[in-house]
């Protein structure tokens, strides 16, 4: 049979394909061709059946999908480490909010989102759900470096140097999803910031939206117990009772955190399956607390990891995620086997997917999905022996063992160097922004 004319075959020691689950290919390869996967089959078979115009050998590596950060705030990179050691509601009072009032600006976020995913892409993360002003500037940056995103239409019920008030929100965010329709790369959701910072007049205006657009809704919640408190204070109910009142809980909708629920709140995520964004490292590092994963998986919701932003978190890296989220689970439960590493990297992928909508396209290494996949190299000494590759992934390997990432079958990162930018450019960026941030 005359072989058939692919781009490119990936051959890997390992492929992690994360569906079927559970499942480990050895000595395999990947065809590609016009960005989605052709097919995933045995090396020696690869190479009778298809013929590839480039074919990369990973003799020592690990291939699965490229990781989904199912909540981000890209451009809080700017803002790394600028103030630690803080609760939430101080931290963003006294620190964050004054400085994003002082500093964000459509240059702060493109440059800020140039950095993350730089950062992101480095770290094997493919697709970013993000939430922040000016998502026009983010997409700008994700576009350039060819990540794949998901821009929130975010809505805050203060000014700020983007929008004066709820409806001017909107409009921007709705604009730029319309100016960056034709991008294959970019999408957007609707992103209120919190139930705490929302009124009851701009949820009902976004719930109508996301059904009238089909677009996702991605919003913090139950992140601190004094937020759930306050809630019952003001409204009389807690803050996913309100939004189910307020007809906004639903499959599309992503709660990021879900820190502080009792039995009833995961009750009605379920009944609506709702998707959640864990964020392990951030809920640890801002004292907020840990999300009851083990009984929000129980009822089938769907959970994606996410990041936050670099400033509370203070790094843009799922494989720490993957990491911290499986050993939280196993200290929160006291059992040794909660979260098992097929399933952290399961989160990682096709769940945050899966909670996007985007499952039909990305989260696994599969024939008719986008070419979005990540490969790490197991062969440093400090690093072996390796006797299972997912165990290795989730709790030996870091970052610095990327050395391959492809966003729809393009090439970004090849041998650990990002192709769209040089470490000149991102350094002068962090330095100029650091010097203005420290005035
Ligand atoms: C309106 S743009 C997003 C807004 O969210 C702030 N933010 C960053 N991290 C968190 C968090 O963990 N909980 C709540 N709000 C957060 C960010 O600073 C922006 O103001
Ligand atoms: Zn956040």
Not at 150 to 162: K, N, R
Not at 244 to 255: C, D, K, T, V, W
Not at 368 to 392: F, N, Q, T, V
């Given at each position: 049979?005359?072989?058939?004319p692919?781009?490119?075959?990936?051959?890997?020691?390992?492929?992690?394909?994360?569906?079927p689950?559970?499942?480990?290919?050895?000595?395999?390869?990947?065809?590609v061709?016009?960005?989605?996967?052709?097919?995933?089959?045995?090396?020696n078979?690869?190479?009778?059946?298809?013929?590839a115009?480039?074919?990369?050998?990973?003799?020592?590596?690990?291939?699965?999908?490229?990781f989904?950060?199912?909540?981000?705030?890209?451009?809080?990179t700017?803002?790394?480490?600028?103030?630690?050691?803080?609760?939430?509601?101080?931290?963003?009072?006294?620190?964050?909010?004054?400085?994003?009032s002082?500093?964000?600006?459509?240059?702060?976020?493109?440059?800020?989102?140039?950095?993350?995913?730089?950062?992101?892409?480095?770290g094997?993360?493919?697709t970013?759900?993000?939430m922040?002003?000016?998502?026009?500037?983010?997409?700008?940056?994700?576009a350039?470096?060819g990540?794949?995103?998901?821009?929130?239409?975010?809505?805050?019920?203060?000014?700020?140097?983007y929008?004066?008030?709820?409806?001017?929100?909107?409009?921007?965010?709705?604009?730029?999803?319309?100016?960056?329709?034709?991008?294959?790369?970019i999408?957007?959701?609707?992103?209120?910031?919190?139930?705490?910072?929302?009124?009851?007049?701009?949820?009902?205006?976004?719930?109508?939206?996301?059904?009238e657009?089909?677009?996702?809704?991605?919003?913090?919640?139950?992140?601190?117990?004094?937020?759930?408190?306050?809630?019952?204070?003001?409204?009389?109910?807690?803050?996913?009772?309100?939004?189910?009142?307020?007809g906004?809980?639903?499959?599309?909708?992503?709660?990021?955190h879900a820190?502080?629920?009792?039995?009833?709140d995961?009750?009605?995520?379920?009944?609506?399956?709702?998707?959640?964004?864990?964020?392990?490292?951030?809920?640890?590092?801002?004292?907020?607390?840990?999300?009851?994963?083990?009984?929000?998986?129980?009822?089938q919701?769907?959970?994606?990891?996410?990041?936050?932003?670099a400033?509370?978190?203070?790094?843009?890296?799922?494989?720490?995620?993957?990491?911290?989220?499986?050993?939280?689970?196993?200290?929160?439960?006291?059992?040794?086997?909660?979260?098992?590493?097929?399933?952290?990297?399961?989160?990682?992928?096709?769940?945050?997917?899966?909670?996007?909508?985007?499952?039909?396209?990305?989260?696994?290494?599969?024939?008719?999905?986008?070419?979005?996949?990540?490969?790490?190299?197991?062969?440093?000494?400090?690093?072996?022996?390796?006797?299972?590759?997912?165990?290795?992934?989730i709790?030996?390997?870091?970052?610095?063992?990327?050395?391959?990432?492809?966003?729809?079958?393009?090439?970004?990162?090849?041998h650990?160097?990002?192709?769209?930018?040089?470490?000149?450019?991102?350094?002068?960026?962090a330095?100029?922004?650091?010097?203005?941030?420290?005035?």
């Amino acid at each position: 049979m005359t072989p058939t004319p692919v781009d490119l075959l990936i051959e890997a020691r390992w492929i992690i394909p994360v569906k079927p689950d559970n499942t480990t290919l050895e000595h395999h390869a990947i065809a590609v061709h016009d960005g989605r996967i052709v097919a995933v089959l045995p090396i020696n078979e690869a190479r009778s059946r298809f013929v590839a115009t480039k074919t990369v050998s990973l003799p020592d590596h690990v291939v699965t999908p490229g990781f989904v950060n199912l909540h981000c705030h890209a451009a809080m990179t700017l803002m790394r480490g600028l103030a630690d050691d803080l609760p939430l509601m101080r931290w963003l009072q006294e620190a964050i909010w004054p400085a994003e009032s002082r500093h964000a600006s459509h240059a702060f976020v493109r440059d800020g989102s140039l950095l993350a995913a730089a950062e992101m892409l480095r770290g094997g993360i493919t697709t970013c759900n993000d939430m922040y002003f000016f998502p026009e500037a983010t997409a700008e940056a994700f576009a350039r470096l060819g990540l794949r995103g998901v821009l929130g239409i975010t809505v805050i019920e203060f000014p700020s140097q983007y929008a004066a008030d709820a409806d001017d929100y909107l409009r921007k965010g709705l604009e730029a999803r319309d100016a960056w329709r034709d991008n294959p790369l970019i999408r957007f959701a609707l992103a209120p910031h919190a139930p705490y910072t929302v009124s009851n007049k701009s949820f009902e205006r976004i719930g109508a939206l996301a059904d009238e657009l089909e677009l996702p809704i991605h919003i913090h919640i139950h992140e601190t117990a004094g937020e759930v408190a306050d809630s019952v204070r003001e409204f009389g109910q807690r803050p996913v009772a309100r939004l189910e009142s307020l007809g906004l809980l639903g499959p599309s909708l992503i709660g990021v955190h879900a820190v502080h629920l009792d039995t009833e709140d995961i009750e009605r995520l379920a009944i609506h399956q709702c998707a959640i964004a864990h964020c392990p490292t951030s809920n640890m590092k801002l004292a907020s607390g840990a999300a009851p994963v083990a009984s929000l998986l129980d009822r089938q919701l769907a959970v994606g990891l996410g990041s936050d932003g670099a400033a509370s978190n203070n790094r843009l890296d799922l494989l720490r995620e993957m990491r911290q989220a499986s050993l939280l689970a196993k200290l929160q439960t006291s059992d040794a086997a909660a979260l098992p590493a097929h399933q952290a990297l399961r989160m990682a992928t096709l769940d945050g997917a899966r909670a996007l909508g985007l499952d039909a396209e990305i989260g696994s290494i599969e024939p008719g999905k986008a070419a979005d996949i990540a490969a790490l190299r197991i062969d440093d000494p400090d690093e072996l022996p390796c006797y299972h590759p997912a165990s290795h992934l989730i709790h030996v390997l870091d970052r610095r063992a990327v050395s391959d990432v492809w966003v729809g079958g393009q090439r970004r990162v090849k041998h650990g160097k990002l192709l769209q930018i040089t470490n000149t450019e991102l350094l002068g960026i962090a330095r100029l922004w650091q010097n203005k941030l420290r005035q």
